[in-house]
């Protein structure tokens, strides 16, 4: 087995032809990307057999955007700062087709809303670790360290296909 790999996988988001970068090291995500569609020539497929936990992530994330099946991912071991891992714990517990704000992630977390937010924004797997289940008080919030834009259409998305209104 390789002990690197790499993934595209296409995605139609509303309007956005977008592609899922998503790269492994020995079988375990290390790092998601959401590209637009229209630079990835191809899809990089290894020439070695995919290891059987690599497969099923790829699998859940495919049938979540194919057939809106929530994913469900929960890592041995999170990256980052102690606070960051807490965070990303905390996001792993909010199920698809619910949010909590800011506020209620710093208050569960005895932090402040910008440091969530902040954990948030260094997510490495977003979608996988749900960072856009996190909303503002009063509206979206950001994605992905914005707060319009591209980034926001895939918040705005991600969670319209998890039955969320806003």
């Known amino acids: 087995m390789q002990a690197e790999s790499r993934f595209h996988i296409p995605v139609q988001m509303g309007d956005l032809s977008l592609s899922i970068q998503l790269s492994f ?5 290390v790092s998601l990307h959401i590209e637009d569609g229209a630079t990835i020539s191809s899809p990089h497929r290894p020439s070695e057999a995919v290891e059987p936990k ?5 699998q859940q994330l495919r049938l979540y955007f194919e057939k809106g099946r929530p994913i469900h991912y929960q890592p041995a071991h999170f990256p980052g700062t102690a606070f960051q891992q807490r965070v990303l714990r905390a996001l792993c517990q909010i199920p698809a087709g619910e949010t909590r704000s800011y506020g209620q992630l710093a208050r569960e977390l005895g932090s ?3 440091a969530v937010g902040n954990a948030c924004r260094r997510n490495p797997l977003p979608i996988l670790i749900p960072c856009h289940r996190v909303v503002a008080a009063s509206g979206p919030g950001g994605y992905a360290g914005e707060t319009a834009g591209r980034n926001l259409q895939i918040k705005h998305w991600l969670l319209t296909h998890e039955g969320v209104v806003l």
Request: net charge positive.
């Open 25 to 29: 090291h020995h079988g375990r995500p």
């Open 54 to 58: 690599t497969a099923a992530i790829l």
């Open 112 to 114: 402040s809303a910008r």
